[in-house]
């Protein structure tokens, strides 16, 4: 028997048709879960124009840094100090570093003098006296010694002066030494002390003291004298105070004048030489004696000593 309830069929609605497998609601979720996300068409062509864009703003980028760093190239601590606080110990470090960095090494030192402020005008010269003279940098006794001079260098002088020092040249620099241990020139050896050796060419048989002393230095002074007169008969000869030196001419002259030189350390008491006699007790000057008719007796061949303590007169 044919069943009373029959199945209408339910017109399908355009634009409402489900797809296959997705007749409940959850089934929905999951299919819209599954499909894979369809890209917009606005978004694609976003991408196609910012792609090319970046690329240009990056190569500009790169070329305006190469151009900012050849034009000046800033410290990269100058910008971390500006915004870094005071009490950041890296950017204190970087500051301190940069600091460093600018010191200029010149200023510490002083700069050289020109060469016309180290000259110095030479004006003479002088001579060590002594060995050992130092030369020193300053005129103080404490300054360096920079050089020492033996007796008889010579070293060039600027004729400054202060307070006992010379102002010296040493290397073409001013140097200075004691005032006192320098001169024009080196003294003259002193005269050699008069002659105390017996005479080997006169005899001293019966002579006074002092004529003794006056034979010794002749001898020693006038070595070229071979001859001379002592003890003899009558007078200051016969005493031994007076002695003659056989001689003639510039020899005698220079015979006499030593004696004359040395008159108190000899004792003599009155020199007779080419008929004119010196004394010194009665004259400084020689004067003349009268005509005695020979060389001899007017003492042309010698010169005649008298020594003090003589009773001679009549000269």
Not at 31 to 43: D, E
Not at 47 to 60: E, F, Q, S
Not at 165 to 192: F, G, I, M, N, Q
Not at 229 to 258: C, N, P, Q, W
């Amino acid at each position: 028997m044919a069943s009373s309830r029959h199945k209408h069929a339910v017109p399908k609605r355009a634009g409402l048709s489900r797809p296959s497998g997705s007749a409940t609601p959850g089934g929905a979720r999951a299919a819209r879960r599954k499909a894979p996300a369809t890209a917009s068409p606005w978004r694609g062509r976003a991408v196609k124009v910012a792609l090319p864009a970046l690329g240009v703003l990056t190569l500009v980028g790169t070329s305006a840094a190469v151009i900012s760093q050849d034009a000046e190239i800033a410290p990269a601590s100058a910008s971390i100090a500006e915004v870094a606080p005071s009490d950041d110990i890296i950017a204190q470090a970087l500051e301190d570093q940069d600091a460093t960095i600018e010191v200029n090494r010149s200023a510490e030192r002083p700069e050289l003098p020109a060469e016309s402020e180290e000259s110095v005008d030479v004006t003479g010269t002088r001579v060590a006296l002594k060995d050992g003279v130092a030369v020193r940098a300053d005129a103080k006794r404490d300054a360096p010694v920079l050089a020492t001079l033996d007796k008889g260098d010579k070293i060039d002088v600027t004729g400054e002066t202060a307070e006992g020092w010379t102002e010296v040249v040493h290397k073409d620099l001013s140097r200075w030494v004691k005032s006192a241990s320098v001169a024009k020139k080196l003294p003259e050896p002193p005269e050699p002390a008069l002659g105390t050796e017996p005479c080997p060419t006169g005899s001293e048989s019966g002579l006074q003291p002092n004529t003794v002393k006056v034979l010794r230095a002749v001898c020693a002074k006038f070595p070229e004298v071979s001859e001379y007169g002592g003890v003899a008969g009558r007078g200051e000869h016969a005493t031994g105070h007076a002695l003659d030196i056989m001689v003639r001419g510039a020899a005698g002259d220079s015979i006499a004048a030593f004696l004359q030189e040395n008159q108190d350390e000899l004792g003599i008491e009155y020199l007779i030489w080419e008929q004119q006699i010196w004394r010194p007790a009665t004259s400084a000057s020689w004067r003349p004696m009268s005509n005695r008719g020979g060389d001899t007796a007017n003492h042309m061949d010698h010169v005649h000593v008298t020594t003090v303590g003589s009773g001679a007169s009549g000269y």
